[in-house]
């Protein structure tokens, strides 16, 4: 992708797959979880120097099930997304995430559920939204199959909206995006 490069990865798992293909990559590729550190500051300060020290000027989070510092929002303002496999604001929040999404889509009957791609900002699931797909949801889905189905979207979604954002197609006006393109 033009304008794009991956200069690191960071996980807070120390066995995450994506720090092994990042490796096999020459990618760097750090562990950093907050119980390696005596305090939530000193957590924080290591993530930015790390990111700095790897000139990173934009986040995209896969997996992290974390809720992210203050600190780390402002300094990234507009320059961190995320995936949720649900069409926010409907099904996000604390606690709203993986099969819990899909039970409480299926649960409540709902007959549309997707995938949407969203700015972070220091609530859970709110930020302002880049893109969303919708795939219906069958009176014979389970978790499981409604999940599938969500995958399939989040593996296009994902990718399209980076592409955006390198190709600086991406405007963040408040709490509203505009594309300026979108193929």
Do not use: W
């Not at 939204?129 to 979207?153: F, R, Y």
């Not at 954002?165 to 300026?180: D, M, N, Q, S, W």
Request: hydrophobic residues 40%; without cysteine.
């Amino acid at each position: 992708m033009p304008n794009t490069a991956i200069t690191l990865v960071i996980s807070n798992n120390s066995d995450a797959g994506a720090l092994t293909i990042a490796r096999e990559q020459n990618i760097p590729a750090n562990h950093i979880s907050q119980q390696q550190f005596t305090s939530e500051k000193e957590f924080v300060q290591t993530l930015l120097d790390t990111l700095e020290s790897h000139h990173v000027n934009f986040i995209v989070l896969a997996g992290y099930m974390k809720k992210l510092s203050p600190v780390l929002i402002r300094r990234f303002r507009n320059r961190i997304i995320n995936i949720h496999p649900a069409l926010l604001p409907q099904y996000g929040g604390k606690g709203m995430y993986g099969m819990h999404v899909h039970e409480a889509v299926i649960a409540n009957r709902e007959t549309l559920s997707g995938a949407t791609v969203h700015i972070v900002d220091e609530e859970y699931d709110h930020g302002p939204i880049v893109l969303q797909e919708t795939v219906p949801v069958s009176p014979n889905d389970t978790p499981e199959t409604l999940a599938e189905k969500v995958l399939e979207i989040e593996h296009r979604l994902y990718p399209e909206a980076i592409r955006l954002f390198a190709e600086g197609k991406v405007i963040v006006e408040g709490h509203t995006v505009r594309i300026l393109e979108h193929a």
